[in-house]
Every structure is written in C-alpha cells, then in structure tokens.
C-alpha cells in the first residue's frame, strides 16, 4: 500500500516562503498523480495544486497561481510544493496525495498525515 509522508510546513509571516515535501513508499509512485490539497478550520478539503505520473503539466488552483509551484521527482518519490509570497489565508494543514487525479479528494486513494502550515501577519 502506498505510504505517504508530508514535511516542512511550519509557521512563517507574510511574504515568506515555504517548501513541502511529501516522501512515497510502496508501490510504484511513478503510477500515480499527485496533488497537494489543504484544509483551514471550519473548511473543506481543497485542492491546492496537483501533477499527472509524467510532471510535464501542472494544475494549480486560482488562489495559489504563480505563487505555488508543484514537481516530482520519480526517482526518489519525491513530491514537492514550492510556496513563495505566502499569506494568512494560506494557513492550513497541507495533504499530499496519490491517485487518480482531478481537483476532488475523492480522485484520491492514498493521503498523508498532513503539515501544518501557519502563516501570520
């Protein structure tokens, strides 16, 4: 079953800049699309940006383009989500997760624990 293990959020202020990362074990990551999604309190699960099996395209949600860049590394299993410019409103706990894909959870099988990410004024 595949495992996924997210990274590198923490509290920052505005304007500041972040990377997650999300390590994948078990079967082949390479299979799988990839995305980032985030839940604030009070929220539903909302997907942030995502990435097919190949990395050649990306898909970011509206709020986070240009500010967020997402990438993989199939050698290592290795998913990323490069957060620059970050703002209060991007507080949340950030999900990486495996699957079929789409902008929905439910395109996704496998999930993370999930970081928090806190980003003050």
């Known amino acids: 079953q595949e495992q996924l293990v997210e990274s590198g959020g923490g509290s920052v202020q505005t304007g500041d800049s972040l990377q997650l990362s999300c390590a994948a074990s078990g079967r082949i990551f390479s299979s799988y699309r990839m995305a980032w999604f985030r839940q604030a309190p009070g929220n539903e699960r909302e997907f942030v940006a995502g990435?097919?099996?190949?990395?050649?395209?990306?898909y970011y949600t509206d709020s986070v383009k240009g500010r967020f860049t997402i990438s993989r590394d199939n050698v290592k299993n290795m998913l990323y989500l490069q957060m620059n410019s970050l703002t209060p409103e991007d507080t949340a706990i950030y999900y990486c997760?495996?699957?079929?894909?789409?902008?929905?959870?439910?395109?996704?099988?496998?999930w993370g624990q999930g970081t928090q990410v806190t980003v003050s004024s």
């Open positions: 990435i097919p099996e190949s990395g050649t395209r990306t």
């Open positions: 997760a495996a699957g079929a894909g789409g902008d929905s959870p439910d395109g996704y099988d496998y």
